[in-house]
């Protein structure tokens, strides 16, 4: 399967869009409440573990950046409305970065691939997994806020 970057750009735009507009739609006051207490995850948290799945997946799985995540912290942390419009731009310009980077060749086997479903560790593949994980906590965002009772 060959990498089409501009394809993927559309979906990865579609997927951190609706987050935004889900985040504006809670608002400050709710984007960090955990809907359900603690064994849910706030809408704002969901949106900082999109934005470093992406990192992980493009720039350290395949590109080869090093990496310093914290996956567990990312459910903890917080942030306002305005600060996740931030995170999400700039993510959004990186994953395109990355996306093109692929596409031109330049991807690496850092490790990480062999988790990839099917044995599949190609470049396509590891897209493919950031737009399922983005698509998955979309629909989590989505039930948060709806549990949280906002229109």
């Not at 990312?74 to 990186?94: I, K, M, N, P, S």
């Not at 997994?129 to 965002?141: A, D, K, N």
Request: aromatic fraction near 4%; include cysteine; proline fraction near 3%.
């Amino acid at each position: 399967m060959e990498l089409a970057s501009a394809t993927a750009e559309i979906y990865v735009r579609n997927a951190c869009s609706h987050m935004l507009v889900i985040a504006r739609r809670t608002g400050d006051e709710n984007v960090n409440v955990r809907p359900l207490g603690p064994a849910t995850n706030a809408v704002g948290a969901l949106i900082i573990h999109c934005c470093e799945v992406a990192e992980f997946w493009l720039g350290h799985v395949a590109l080869g950046r090093p990496s310093v995540r914290d996956r567990d912290g990312e459910f903890g942390r917080t942030a306002t409305v305005a600060d996740l419009h931030e995170l999400v731009d700039g993510a959004v310009a990186q994953m395109v970065a990355d996306m093109r980077s692929l596409e031109a060749g330049e991807g690496r086997d850092e490790g990480g691939r062999q988790f990839l479903p099917g044995g599949d560790g190609s470049d396509a593949a590891v897209v493919l997994h950031v737009l399922e994980e983005l698509f998955q906590h979309l629909g989590h965002m989505e039930i948060a806020a709806d549990a949280l009772g906002v229109d």
